[in-house]
């Protein structure tokens, strides 16, 4: 009998619950047949979260009186990203000491006018949680702040001074003097020499003009840099019509305010007055090789020390971000891929690009192969990157060269869709951090005064066709290389037989014929 008082307990509370509504709602048992879809009586209608459609995710620009651009992206959360990007970067040193810009990325967010030292700045973006950056490239400038969206105005105040009104103490200059010398012996120290090899394939490709420039600072600058030399060089290159104001995450209007407040007529450090020799020099492809003989043997000593390698890396020019062949060369640069030789994983990882299929998995004696693109305004590069033993050195160029004749031959569709694939994949993938949506409102705006959305891009990438890759590779194939040789080159081929490789239907070098070996 309890056992019965307790069943009907349960189902009583069931109902009471609404777990048994279907039951009810059912058409037998002398129950109303009501469908569920019917909305229920005395319950007010749902309001569902809608898309505003496209429109709500566009970049909104505005130029203000000084030239000054401001560009801004709405997305939703309590912090903002805010910085300003600048047209300048180790490209326009040639009028000048090299290694400026080196310098400017290493004194930022020091002491400047309103903030007595480093500390002060980072004690005022504290109060609203922020973090601070700076990044020098060859061809931009980017000072950047990450905080809550209510200190904006402080964020606004604090970039301008950053950039306007640097003290550049003797100090300071001193403890910069300092950080590059350190960052030039870790350079040279490294057991992954890729920043090194990228600085090396710049200088080979284009020889003593703009891109080619050296943008770390050469270690005989150092002491040459002074208050004085920065100043000149700033007095052209941080011009108001040279930036950009880019924020993400706050309106439009908020930020366009703040700028008309902190950012016109304001009077930089180094004195008004128009900008009179503003390098706008075009990059020259020139191709070319560049040798540096080192001792790999001792980088990466300890229990397990990485074996002597020696690293080579060949480029050819392709074009720049702003003609269309850009985005061919994007997916041609995803389909070859590759990466180092310890990597794990599947198909996101990589593993079915052709330096992977072809390089890796049959040569197990190369320690890496990796594809990289580089692109600029008015030029661009395509790299691969392979290191081996130095006594197979001769067999790993060739097999590189043989890769990049093999791009102009036919292209399977399946690795050509898994390549536009991933490229969306990643494309829309680090578009979802706010600092990469800033630095690419930024970097677009600066270079067009707009900026393709990613949907935009996602479907030029789709109607990329095996054509389209093999018509933009038989015109890079027509330049000269560029080559970059790291380590032991007692076997490198010389740059003649690199070229007529490139030149050739098979890749193959020419055939060296020795007496003694």
């Keep these: 009998m309890a056992a019965k008082v307790v069943g ?9 619950f609404g777990l048994v509504a279907c039951r009810k709602y059912s058409s037998g048992g002398g129950y109303p047949s009501t469908p569920l879809t019917a909305p229920l009586p005395g319950v007010p209608k749902p309001v569902f979260a809608t898309v505003d459609g496209q429109e709500g995710f566009e970049t909104k620009v505005t130029t203000l009186e000084n030239g000054l651009q401001v560009a801004s992206q709405n997305k939703f959360g309590q912090f903002c990203t805010v910085g300003i990007l600048i047209n300048s970067g180790s490209r326009y040193e040639a009028k000048y000491i090299g290694g400026i810009s080196h310098f400017l990325e290493k004194l930022a967010f020091s002491s400047t006018a309103q903030f007595g030292s480093k500390d002060e700045i980072l004690l005022t973006l504290e109060k609203h949680g922020g973090i601070c950056d700076c990044q020098a490239s060859r061809d ?22 950053v950039v306007l009104q640097p003290r550049l103490s003797d100090e300071e200059i001193e403890m910069t003097r300092m950080a590059v010398r350190f960052e030039l012996e870790d350079l040279n120290m490294r057991p992954n020499p890729e920043p090194l090899l990228t600085e090396m394939i710049h200088a080979a490709a284009y020889r003593e003009n703009t891109v080619g420039l050296n943008r770390f600072c050469p270690a005989e600058n150092i002491e040459k840099i002074d208050r004085q030399v920065l ?7 941080y011009t108001p019509n040279r930036m950009v104001l880019a924020g993400v995450g706050i309106e439009h209007e908020q930020l366009v305010d703040c700028a008309r407040k902190h950012l016109l007529g304001t009077e930089p450090v180094w004195g008004g007055g128009k900008a009179t020799a503003v390098d706008r020099s075009v990059a020259q492809y020139t191709g070319g090789i560049l040798k540096l003989e080192k001792d790999m043997s001792d980088v990466s000593l300890g229990p397990t020390p990485i074996p002597e390698l020696t690293h080579i890396m060949i480029g050819l020019e392709t074009c720049s971000f702003l003609e269309e062949d850009f985005i061919p060369f994007a997916v041609l ?15 996101g990882k990589g593993m079915f690009t052709r330096l992977y299929l072809n390089v890796l998995n049959r040569h197990h004696w190369m320690y890496n192969a990796t594809s990289y693109q580089h692109s600029y305004e ?15 050195v001769r067999e790993m160029v060739e097999i590189i060269t043989r890769e990049f004749i093999l791009m102009a031959g036919a292209v399977g569709e399946v690795e050509l869709e898994r390549a536009k694939t991933q490229l969306q994949s990643m494309l829309m993938m680090n578009l979802e951090s706010r600092p990469v949506i800033f630095e690419d409102v930024g970097r677009q705006v600066l270079a067009t005064g707009m900026r393709k959305l990613p949907h935009e891009l996602c479907v030029l990438i789709g109607t990329v066709s095996a054509s389209d890759i093999k018509r933009v590779v038989t015109k890079m194939l027509r330049n000269k290389p560029a080559v970059a040789a790291l380590g032991d080159l007692a076997e490198l081929p010389t740059y003649e037989h690199i070229q007529a490789a490139l030149s050739s239907k098979d890749g193959r070098l020419p055939r060296m014929y020795r007496l003694f070996r």
């Design 333 to 347: 640069n995803m389909m070859m891929g590759g990466g180092g030789s310890f990597s794990a994983g599947g198909p």
């Design 8 to 16: 009907r307990g349960a189902w009583s509370s069931a109902r009471r």
């Design 378 to 392: 008015d030029t661009g590069l395509l790299c691969i990157h392979a290191s081996a033993d130095p006594r197979q």
């Design 140 to 161: 931009t400038t980017m000072y950047a702040v990450s905080a809550d969206a209510k200190g904006l105005d402080t964020v606004v105040n604090l970039l301008a001074d």
């Design 231 to 237: 100043h000149s060089y700033l007095r052209n290159y």
